[in-house]
């Protein structure tokens, strides 16, 4: 659980550098569209973990009740 | 004086009239509560005590009654005041008046009192403990540690029954972003004398769990009566303090911070608000990714439409590059050309001289010129004579001149 927890924080920090490189034109534009591809992963998977219940860890939680 | 003895009520009675007389007053008095007891007919029993302040050995000691009509008003205004129970053990300032009964002798009859007497020494063991929190260095360490970007996986630390939980759960869940939490209930007491250990206890649960979960949060519906003094104690103030995840305290009350708030990671008053901080520190992760996603896009369209018009500059730059290419090139083939012309001319120049020498070689090598310079040649029978053993007297011999020829006989 603790790597879930980090990977937000690495997905962000992922983000802001594809972000950082596009606006410094560190980029070709064949790399630009694999990046974007990338970053588009990434935030729905920030989004998800914002939005959307995750099993797992409802799992554990309840598991330890019983 | 009469030798006659008085009976014991007598002087028990002459006890209460001097003391009646001479302490007629009513009097504030600061001093500690002991043996707090109150019955079903709502009046209070309890004993003040003084204490050596080095040796903590008892040197002053009296019985106290608050009447039933007195303790009514008093304890609720205390407690709401102070947020400390009425009981054994804290200091207070009442005022008093000395009563002295023939039969149950001296004590004490509380009129009134005043807690700020007692938040002041509240405050003061606040701050002894602290000092020695930072003292020891733990004071600021869950402040220290970093709030993680998600805490959605929450340790609530409460009584299962008080409405605050319910509460805190239910602004959890109806939050108006849609955000997902996970609060987990490790149940405590919040009231009472057990506040310390059962907290203590359920921090330990957390902590064996510490993987499983963002935060801790630690509230407590607020009830008509406050206690809190279970939140200023040094155990559990050291245990929060140290402890692995961020606490959020939401403990319901006003006055000014417990222990437990002043280590704590984050205070806030209520569990409502407690729940409104997860929710606000949520909201504020979402955001900040709306913004990196919204910055993205801005920015690829930005870096395209630089691409775009970096295209469109080499194209209308292009027919210009190749007509200028193609004057230069031109330009070229003519210097080329005229070199050529230049080296032919030079190198037939050349040849014609040399040709010209050749034939002047060849002419000064000719017979004619010989001749011309006074030499013959001599032949026999057609032939040329070089020696003159070809020839024998009577031989006819032509000789040939520059101009003529001159027949002749060998003698």
Known sequence: MAEKKESYAQA????????????????DIDQLSVKLKEAQKLVRFCKDKLYKADEEIKKIMEGEDN | MEKAPLSLYELNALVKRALNESLPEAYWIQAELSDVRSNTTGHCYLEFIQKDQRSNNLIAKARGTIWANVFRMLKPYFEESTGQAFVSGIKVMVQVTVEFHELYGYSLTV????????????ARKRREILKQLEEEGVLTLNKELEMPMLVQRIAVISSASAAGYGDFCRQLEENPYGFMFYPHLFPALMQGN?????IITALNEVNNRRDDFDAVVIIRGGGATSDLSGFDTYLLAANCAQFPLPIITG??????????DSVAHTRVKTPTAAAQFLITHMHEAAESLEELAQTLIVSVSARMDKEHSRLADLTNRLPMV??????????????LMQRM??????NLTNRKHRLMLLEQRVNDASPERLLKRGYSLTFKEGKAVTDSAQLKP???????????????EVK
């Open chain 1, 12 to 27: 962000m920090e992922k983000l802001e550098n594809i972000v950082s490189a596009v606006e410094k034109d560190e980029l």
């Open chain 2, 111 to 122: 009129i009134d009192i005043d807690p700020t007497y007692t938040l002041g020494d509240m």
């Open chain 2, 194 to 198: 057990q506040v310390e250990e059962s």
């Open chain 2, 251 to 260: 403990i319901g009350h006003e006055r000014d911070d417990t222990v437990l």
């Open chain 2, 322 to 335: 190749i007509k200028n290419r193609t004057i230069r090139e031109g330009y070229l083939l003519e210097q």
């Open chain 2, 341 to 346: 012309h230049v080296a032919i001319a030079r």
């Open chain 2, 394 to 408: 009577g031989d006819m011999i032509t000789t040939r001149l520059a101009k003529g020829e001159v027949i002749s």
